[in-house]
């Protein structure tokens, strides 16, 4: 099929306007983008932009702003519950660090103080910064001063959350959360008011030791993490991961033995650094040169995956919006890396059996089909010349020869079509009269095997494109003249079938004598009426008008015994 819609598309004309339409409405949809008719078909961004969704069982029609704040309510109810428990169930843990009674082990405080002695003033007070969220002053009452601070911070970012969980006004929302901002940044300078009186008191610091400290001070960190780039949140992730560690003491598979509700309510609600990066990472998954790996997705929660995903569609929209209508977008999904983190980002069900376990499956079918409709458009419409594409050409061009002389066979002017076709020879070819009428001859009154080999054979000595245009003139002439002027370039009576041995000059009978009538007729039919002159002088006109030859209408005309010198 596709083979033959090349040749169709190369014959050129109506057949090749409606090819072109059709395949390029199949890749680039609608016309009219902005008033898309019923009867138009979806382009390849759209199919794909739908099955994108669907795959990844993103089925909500909010948008993806929508569905991450439903999302993230209810992971912050889930994660309140389990964050009380794991409060409650606090066991204690060592960060290192100096110790109003002696030093400690060397812990990540420690490492993070020696770091920050390698680099510049700004960038050291940036890691020292992050080293104090996890300390105590050792002065009384300085550590309750900082954790009633801490507190508090923690307490308005809560109910900053639930304001705007309540809220459905965009307005509304962007007020609280500017509000939210300004009363954040007077808290964090109360709360560097309180370490720097602290600082006076004593230059020693112990670490935290508590889940609940720990916690407030992270999500500190976390703020920190949001706000750097480069080397510092290189150095401040590392700190909070090296942290961690120290919390859970993991065991060679990665599972916590420590403080495991902790890591069951970090699991289930992460901090707003972590949600935020993990709807960051699926933004950035598809843009050019990109390095969001498979390895990446794997190491989020399940909480965060979800909205990884809703990250990657939003991604996805933002890599076809710059696309240009007619684009081959199936190209962002070549990449080795881009096709491995689709395996695992693709949500498939546990077991073998439930409903759309087949889902990746499904996905490669969707993008091998679109790659298939976009190879078609390139090889139906694209100029390379293939000795395959000369076959299929030679073929349509011959069947196409074949339909049309067995048009002509069953038309009621094959006298002229016989004389036609020697005629657009001669012309086009500079055949001898003699060569051009057999041609003819053999054309038009073979049977149907021989027509066949005798197209086919002289289509190989002119070639397909002289072929054509032989059947496009022959084509042009004989409608004129087999439409408008047939009553015209008729004769009078129907001659009979039989093989042409030279071209026919027709004869009028006479008027008061009847014609004879053919051997199989018992009886001579009526005569026909004389045809009226003034008639046939305009079916004259009419027919010279559209391309007949002048001579050969005057001739038909005096046969008739009309004179023909009006025209």
């Given at each position: 099929?596709?083979?033959l819609t090349g040749?169709?598309?190369?014959?050129g004309g109506?057949g090749?306007?409606d090819?072109?339409?059709?395949?390029?409405?199949?890749?680039?949809?609608p016309?009219?983008p902005y008033?898309?008719?019923?009867d138009?078909?979806l382009?390849?961004?759209?199919?794909?932009r739908d099955t994108?969704?669907?795959?990844?069982g993103?089925?909500?029609?909010?948008s993806a702003?929508?569905?991450?704040?439903s999302?993230?309510?209810?992971?912050k109810?889930e994660?309140?519950?389990?964050?009380?428990?794991?409060?409650?169930q606090?066991?204690t843990f060592?960060l290192g660090?100096n110790?109003?009674?002696?030093?400690?082990?060397p812990?990540?405080?420690?490492?993070?103080a020696l770091r920050?002695?390698?680099?510049?003033?700004p960038?050291a007070?940036k890691?020292q910064e992050?080293a104090d969220l996890?300390?105590?002053?050792?002065?009384?009452?300085?550590a309750?001063r900082?954790?009633?601070?801490?507190l508090r911070?923690?307490?308005a970012?809560e109910?900053?959350?639930?304001r705007?969980a309540?809220l459905?006004d965009?307005d509304?929302?962007a007020?609280?959360?500017e509000?939210?901002?300004?009363?954040?940044q007077r808290?964090m300078?109360?709360?560097?008011?309180?370490?720097?009186?602290n600082a006076?008191?004593?230059a020693?610091?112990?670490p935290?030791?508590?889940?609940?400290?720990?916690?407030a001070?992270k999500q500190?960190l976390?703020?920190m993490?949001?706000g750097a780039?480069?080397?510092?949140?290189?150095?401040?992730?590392?700190f909070k991961h090296?942290?961690?560690?120290?919390?859970?003491e993991?065991?060679?598979?990665?599972?916590?033995?420590?403080?495991i509700?902790y890591?069951?309510?970090?699991?289930?609600w992460?901090s707003?650094?972590?949600?935020?990066?993990?709807?960051d990472l699926?933004?950035k998954?598809?843009t050019?040169?990109s390095?969001?790996?498979?390895?990446?997705?794997?190491?989020?929660t399940?909480?965060?995956?979800k909205?990884?995903?809703i990250?990657?569609?939003?991604?996805?929209?933002?890599a076809l919006g710059?696309?240009k209508p007619g684009?081959?977008?199936t190209?962002?999904?070549?990449t080795?890396?881009?096709?491995?983190?689709?395996n695992?980002v693709?949500p498939?069900?546990k077991?073998s059996?439930?409903t759309?376990a087949?889902?990746?499956?499904?996905f490669g079918?969707?993008m091998a089909?679109e790659?298939?409709?976009?190879?078609t458009?390139n090889?139906?419409m694209g100029n390379?010349?293939?000795?395959?594409?000369?076959?299929?050409?030679?073929?349509f061009n011959?069947d196409?020869?074949?339909?049309?002389f067995d048009?002509?066979k069953?038309m009621?002017?094959?006298?002229?079509?016989?004389?036609?076709i020697?005629?657009?020879g001669?012309?086009m070819f500079g055949y001898?009269?003699?060569?051009?009428?057999?041609?003819?001859?053999?054309?038009l009154?073979?049977?149907?095997?021989?027509?066949?080999?005798?197209l086919?054979q002289?289509?190989k000595q002119?070639g397909?494109?002289?072929f054509k245009?032989f059947?496009?003139e022959?084509?042009?002439?004989t409608?004129?003249?087999?439409?408008?002027?047939?009553d015209?370039?008729a004769?009078?009576?129907?001659?009979?079938?039989?093989?042409?041995s030279a071209?026919p000059s027709p004869?009028?009978s006479?008027?008061?004598s009847?014609?004879?009538a053919?051997?199989q007729q018992t009886?001579?039919?009526?005569?026909?009426p004389?045809?009226?002159?003034?008639k046939?002088?305009?079916?004259?006109?009419?027919a010279i008008?559209?391309g007949?030859p002048k001579d050969?209408?005057?001739?038909?005309?005096r046969s008739?015994?009309i004179?023909?010198g009006?025209i």
């Open positions: 099929m596709r083979r040749s169709v598309y190369r014959q109506k090749a306007e090819t072109k339409a059709a395949l390029d409405f199949r890749q680039r949809g016309e009219n008033a898309p008719r019923p138009e078909p382009g390849q961004i759209e199919r794909i994108f969704r669907r795959v990844l993103i089925t909500s029609s909010k702003i929508q569905t991450q704040r999302m993230l309510d209810a992971q109810a994660g309140d519950r389990l964050y009380t428990l794991a409060r409650d606090s066991e060592d660090g110790s109003s009674v002696g030093n400690g082990a812990g990540p405080i420690d490492i993070l920050a002695q390698d680099y510049p003033g960038f007070a890691l992050a996890f300390t105590r002053p050792v002065s009384r009452g300085g309750a900082e954790d009633a601070v801490i911070m923690q307490r970012a109910d900053e959350q639930r705007v309540r459905t965009p509304q929302i007020k609280v959360r509000d939210f901002s300004v009363k954040q808290m300078q109360d709360l560097q008011n309180v370490r720097q009186q006076l008191i004593t020693q610091r112990r935290i030791d508590d889940v609940n400290r720990f916690d001070s500190a976390d703020d993490i949001e780039d480069g080397n510092l949140k290189r150095q401040l992730v590392n090296e942290l961690l560690d120290r919390v859970h993991y065991d060679a598979k990665g599972n916590a033995t420590k403080n509700p890591q069951n309510a970090r699991d289930a992460g707003r650094a972590e949600n935020s990066e993990a709807i699926g933004r998954a598809l050019e040169n390095e969001v790996s498979a390895d990446q997705f794997k190491s989020l399940k909480g965060q995956q909205l990884f995903r990250g990657l569609d939003e991604s996805l929209n933002n710059g696309s684009a081959d977008v190209q962002l999904f070549q080795r890396r881009v096709r491995d983190l689709m695992e693709i498939v069900p077991s059996g439930s759309f087949d889902r990746p499956e499904r079918d969707v089909r790659q298939r409709m976009v190879q458009r090889e139906t390379s010349k293939t000795r395959q594409r000369e076959n299929d050409d030679e073929m011959n196409a020869a074949t339909t049309l048009r002509f069953s009621n002017v094959k006298d002229f079509i016989l004389e036609e020697a005629n657009v001669r012309q001898r009269t003699e060569v051009a009428t057999e041609l003819a001859k053999k054309l009154m073979a049977g149907p095997a021989e027509q066949q080999a005798y086919a002289l289509q002119v397909p494109d002289k245009t059947m496009d022959l084509t042009k002439r409608n004129v003249m087999a439409g408008a002027g047939a015209v370039m004769p009078t009576t129907r001659p009979s079938e039989k093989p042409v071209l004869q009028r006479a008027p008061d009847a014609p004879t053919p051997p009886a001579p039919p009526a005569p026909k004389t045809p009226d002159r003034e046939l002088l305009q079916k004259a006109r009419e008008a559209k007949a050969k209408v005057i001739e038909r005309l008739k015994g004179d023909a009006d």
